[in-house]
């Protein structure tokens, strides 16, 4: 069974800077992304930053333009761990943070199956 458990959430004045990490397990090889989505209350769920190509060398990185500059991604393989570093918080990033993983079939039609996390509070005060 796949699970994904984020940590690293909590309440920082704005300017600050969070750390969010997830560690996966249960996952098979086959994992297509590894990332980050968030929901503010009232709004829908959006794309923060993810990790495609996931296991390869020349894997690629996708980041919503709201946070672009100030946070970053990183991975680590050995340890099915996918990092976010979010620097320069604002109130507007106050949201639930969630871990997302995909894999793909390794044979037609190559379906994506997700997978996602509880969610990690993030805060951000004036």
């Known amino acids: 069974q796949v699970q994904l458990v984020e940590s690293g959430g909590g309440l920082v004045q704005a300017g600050g800077s969070l750390n969010l990490s997830c560690v996966a397990s249960g996952l098979p090889w086959n994992v297509n992304s590894m990332g980050w989505y968030r929901q503010a209350p009232e709004k829908d769920r959006e794309l923060v930053a993810i990790?495609?190509?996931?296991?390869?060398?020349?894997?690629?990185?996708k980041f919503a333009d709201s946070v672009k500059g100030r946070f970053s991604i990183s991975r680590d393989l050995a340890k099915k761990t996918v990092h976010l570093q979010m620097n320069s918080l604002k109130p507007e990033d106050t949201a639930v943070y969630y871990c997302?993983?995909?894999?793909?079939?390794?044979?037609?039609?190559?379906?994506?199956?997700?997978?996602w996390g509880r969610g990690t509070q993030v805060t951000v005060s004036d």
């Open positions: 990790i495609t190509k996931w296991i390869a060398s020349d894997y690629a990185t």
């Open positions: 997302h993983a995909d894999t793909m079939e390794t044979a037609p039609p190559f379906r994506l199956t997700d997978h």
